[in-house]
T-cell receptor, first 113, second 110 residues
């Protein structure tokens, strides 16, 4: 069974640009979650999508957004990039919304110059 | 709000030593509890889970018991290996999203 896949592995941007990160969940999983792992801040919940709808978002500004496609894959978009957006962005998927374990991809390392 | 507190690391052990990583939580309901492990340069891997009080999760020699009375979910392993060196995260889930502790780095020397 293929795991959660994320692309790209690394992404280098400059301040003010926009970044798009992609995630393909495990086959059969309908929920996709995005987390930010920034140095010194730990793992923080960003966004949760299920069946194409945004179900919840963490304490992040609106320039962090995303969507989930009919095949359950997902995109995370970050607009007007700031230096503090440099982090590892992790995507996770699970079967449904009943607290099933989340399975993580290897992440996208976003570096803002 | 909900939160998870883990012991600070790094935890440094010799191979075959006994491991305990403490984890306590604060939650408004009855969460599911998880331990995840992160090896260098990789994402998180689910290590074990427990969904209700007194449940014991176990995997690869690691164990943790859901203690409602002490709101704890301590991770233990009887004999660690060098390959166990990684960062360990305790997490809770109430409404599907995960709340993580800050992580504990484990370093095992031969």
């Amino acid at each position: 069974e293929a795991g959660v896949t994320q692309s790209p592995t690394h992404l280098i941007k400059t301040r003010g640009q926009q970044a798009t990160l992609r995630c393909s969940p495990i086959s059969g999983h309908t929920s996709v979650y995005w987390y930010q792992q920034a140095l010194g801040l730990g793992l923080q919940f960003l966004l949760w999508y299920d069946e194409g709808e945004e179900r919840n978002r963490g304490n992040f500004p609106p320039r962090f957004s995303g969507r989930q496609f009919p095949n359950y894959s997902s995109e995370l978009n970050v607009n007007a990039l700031e230096l503090e957006d440099s982090a590892l962005y992790l995507c996770a998927s699970s079967y449904d919304i009943s607290n099933q374990p989340q399975h993580f991809g290897d992440g996208t390392r976003l570096s803002i110059l | 709000g909900d939160s998870v507190t883990q012991m600070e690391g790094p935890v440094t052990l010799s191979e075959e030593a006994f491991l305990t990583i403490n984890c306590t939580y604060t939650a408004t309901g009855y969460p599911s509890l998880f331990w995840y492990v992160q090896y260098p340069g990789e994402g998180l891997q689910l290590l074990l889970k427990a969904t209700k009080a007194d449940d014991k999760g176990s995997n690869k020699g690691f164990e943790a018991t859901y203690r409602k009375e002490t709101t704890s979910f301590h991770l233990e392993k009887g004999s660690v290996q060098v390959s166990d060196s990684a960062v360990y995260f305790c997490a809770l889930s109430l409404y599907s999203t995960l709340t993580f502790g800050k992580g504990t780095m484990l370093l095992v020397s031969p």
